[in-house]
């Protein structure tokens, strides 16, 4: 009768176990941290240096917000005024450090808003009862079909042009578009098994939505919340232009183009440079939010 066979026996210093390629663990974690393209890079390094010249930009300001520091209305960039002056003969570069304060920080106020408020309706919809659902998305499908700048020249219009109510009126205007995106992505998660699982074990409504729906939807609301505050950068800089934004004696940009107007046959800096300020913000953001969607594979579509 055949014996059976018998394993073979390593040799003494024989190594069993396999180890691993010096850098096959720093490979994985090198194209973790590289995420970003260089594009994207620009765009981080744009929106941080706006971000910081909101919070530093008065005190690294080269003037006062209002002082007249020149006899020459829409002078052009000089040592002194690197970014000319205004119609009252002001220095621009300080007009716009003092000016990014309300365009960024309005903004940023608002689009924190409405991407919070969207978001936790957004996942009360998915996981609470179907008429729950149906009330919630019914009444945002009303919101949003009112044109962004219709509600706030309707609200400025009752309530008056002040910054309470500016960014109250621009986190309203974009809450539908962060709930239908938080929605959606809530309602697909809900029908994976980790989450059916979940609801078997008799969990909570509020711990699935935080523990269980939230954590693997962060990263498109995360972009979502980066398009939300390039629209309300947009939506305030246009009330401003039409006089019916950041009121005087304080500016944002928009306030900065409409009152220097006068100045674009003359190719006064005054016009382009507020501007220029509110393209590389809004560019920034959409290239850093673009290349987060590339390197996550999110879809290229947006809810306003």
């Known amino acids: 009768m055949n014996r059976p066979a018998q394993p073979s026996i390593p040799h003494a210093g024989t190594q069993i176990y ?34 910081a010249m909101a ?29 000319g002056t205004d119609y009252l003969g002001r ?14 920080g309005l903004a940023l106020a608002a689009a924190l808003l409405a991407s919070g408020i969207g978001t936790c309706l957004g996942l009360l919809a998915a996981v609470s009862a179907r008429w729950v659902d149906e009330v919630l998305s019914r009444f945002f499908d009303a919101l949003i079909s009112i044109p962004s700048k219709v509600l706030a020249l309707v609200a400025i219009a009752a309530f008056g042009s002040s910054i309470p109510i500016l960014t109250i009126v621009a986190a309203v205007a974009y809450v539908p578009g962060a709930f239908r995106i938080s ?17 078997a074990r008799g969990e909570r409504l509020l711990y699935i939505a935080r523990v269980e729906l939230l954590p693997n939807m962060i990263h498109p609301v995360l972009a979502d919340f980066g398009l939300r505050f390039v629209f309300i950068v947009l939506l305030l800089s ?67």
């Open 55 to 83: 919070v530093f930009g008065p005190m690294l300001a080269p003037y006062k917000e209002g002082a007249l520091t020149s006899p020459f209305s829409f002078a052009s960039y000089s040592v002194a005024h690197p970014f």
């Open 183 to 199: 929605r959606s992505l809530a309602v697909n998660l809900m029908t994976l098994e980790y989450v059916l699982v979940a609801r």
């Open 18 to 51: 396999d180890q691993a390629q010096p850098g096959a663990e720093a490979r994985p974690r090198r194209q973790r941290r590289s995420r970003l393209s260089w594009l994207g890079r620009i765009g981080l390094a744009l929106v941080c240096f706006w971000l």
């Open 91 to 104: 220095d621009m570069l300080s007009r716009i450090l003092f000016g990014a304060r309300y365009t960024v």
């Open 238 to 304: 246009g009330l401003s232009f039409l006089g019916l934004g950041v009121q005087p004696p304080n500016a944002d940009w928009g306030s900065l183009v409409r009152e220097n107007i006068g100045g674009l046959s003359q190719a006064a800096p005054a016009v382009l440079m507020p501007s220029i300020a509110i393209a590389t913000l809004t560019v920034g953001m959409n290239l850093l939010i673009d290349s987060l969607r590339r390197h996550a594979g999110f879809g290229q579509g947006a809810q306003k």
